[in-house]
């Protein structure tokens, strides 16, 4: 009987070591979720080698201009959306580029200037240019694929990078 208590008390103080420490990992996580979001973030992202874009001289408010990134066989597009956004580069923070090709099943992505949305006309997945490419309906199951971006001080607009998998890739491997 004394053996039985005894592995009684054990699992007691294992439980409430336990649960000490599931308190202090949910408070941390708790106090750092932007940090957390930020790495992750990062994780995603593959750099590839600077390219050249454009110029901001180019580019017209909400009107797409298509470009190509990484390589010749992978459409996107610029857009200067006239007002700041997450990620957005440029003097006014306003500049973002995008995949034109829908993750679900590759249709090619149409922009609305009225909802500054990238829309798929295969099987209708909708893209929010100015939350950084989130799905927000349809089929899809990742967000747009978005360009690293930078400006230099000549205006010039390079992407170093994108942050999801482009479609029909395994990787995003050049």
């Not at 597009?77 to 306003?94: Q, R």
Request: glycine share 10%; charged share 20%; hydrophobic share 35%.
């Amino acid at each position: 009987m004394d053996r039985c208590n005894k592995l009684v008390d054990v699992g007691r103080r294992q439980f409430l070591r336990g649960g000490a420490l599931a308190a202090a990992a949910s408070a941390t996580a708790v106090t750092l979720p932007a940090a957390r979001a930020r790495a992750q973030a990062s994780l995603a992202r593959v750099d590839y080698p600077s390219n050249r874009l454009g110029n901001i001289a180019d580019l017209t408010v909400n009107e797409p201009f298509d470009v190509t990134y990484p390589d010749e066989e992978a459409p996107g597009v610029l857009l200067k959306l006239g007002t700041p956004v997450e990620g957005g580069a440029g003097p006014d923070g306003d500049i973002v580029g995008f995949s034109t090709v829908c993750p679900h099943k590759g249709y090619p992505l149409n922009y609305s200037a009225d909802d500054r949305t990238l829309n798929c006309p295969g099987h209708y997945s909708r893209f929010d240019c100015e939350a950084g490419g989130q799905q927000i309906w349809g089929q899809a199951t990742q967000n747009l694929p978005q360009y690293a971006l930078s400006v230099d001080e000549k205006g010039d607009i390079y992407a170093e990078g994108v942050d999801e998998l482009l479609y029909g890739r395994l990787s995003n491997v050049l």
